[in-house]
């Protein structure tokens, strides 16, 4: 958890699959305008600046996570297939270079995520019927993610999730009822940034 210690109420009615988010910075002004240029506009300077904030705000976190679990698995939110052809890379995995360091020595080999909406790599018109995913209010972000991922092979006990913006939750849950159905006893996730809880009703 970030921005605070508390469960929000949605959370403790409906709980979700992986036990607890650290999200250090609020997804808004500045810093939604850098995931703007940086997506959309393909823009490099943002990217590098994003970098540089994923590397400075979740590698402590992520050098901790290692230190206490040496044998789980740290897992990226794999990326939109038509999103990826679209972009010509893998955004989150750009992002996420600067922490390699930080999540070195998980068993990449392990296990292979894989998104039951983009059967065999599916072709580009049937990835671009999909809408996007930030056009989506919270109903449904989570319908559209419910049962999205299936993991190939077998997981250890801890898995840690890295994505880049949390909004309602819905992409994280569905990956860790994944990792869940795949042998991980407890998931947990971190994000650089998460919508303030004020707006996660109508993103």
């Known amino acids: 958890m970030a921005l605070s210690q508390q469960v929000c109420a949605r959370c403790l009615s409906s709980p979700p699959a992986f036990a607890r988010c650290f ?11 850098l995931f703007q240029r940086y ?32 044998h789980g698995a740290v897992l990226l939110v794999p990326a939109d297939a038509y999103r990826r052809r679209q972009r010509g890379h893998d955004a989150l995995a750009e992002l996420c270079r600067g922490l390699s360091p930080a999540i070195a020595g998980h068993p990449r080999d392990m296990a292979r995520v894989r998104d039951r909406r983009m059967p065999h790599e599916a072709s580009a018109a049937v990835a671009r019927a999909a809408p996007d995913q930030r056009l989506r209010d919270r109903r449904g972000r989570l319908k559209a993610q419910r049962g999205r991922y299936d993991i190939d092979g077998l997981l250890p006990e801890h898995v840690l999730l890295i994505d880049d913006v949390m909004t309602s939750s819905a ?17 947990d996730a971190c994000v650089l940034a998460r919508t303030p809880l004020a707006l996660r009703g109508t993103l």
């Open 171 to 187: 992409t994280l849950d569905s990956l860790a009822q994944a990792c869940l159905r795949a042998g991980a006893r407890e998931v």
């Open 39 to 70: 997506k959309d506009q393909h823009q490099r300077r943002a990217g590098r600046l994003l970098r540089q904030l994923m590397q400075r705000e979740l590698a402590h976190f992520c050098r901790e996570w290692r230190q206490t679990h040496p």
């Open 23 to 33: 999200a250090p910075l609020r997804y808004e002004g500045l810093l939604a305008g």
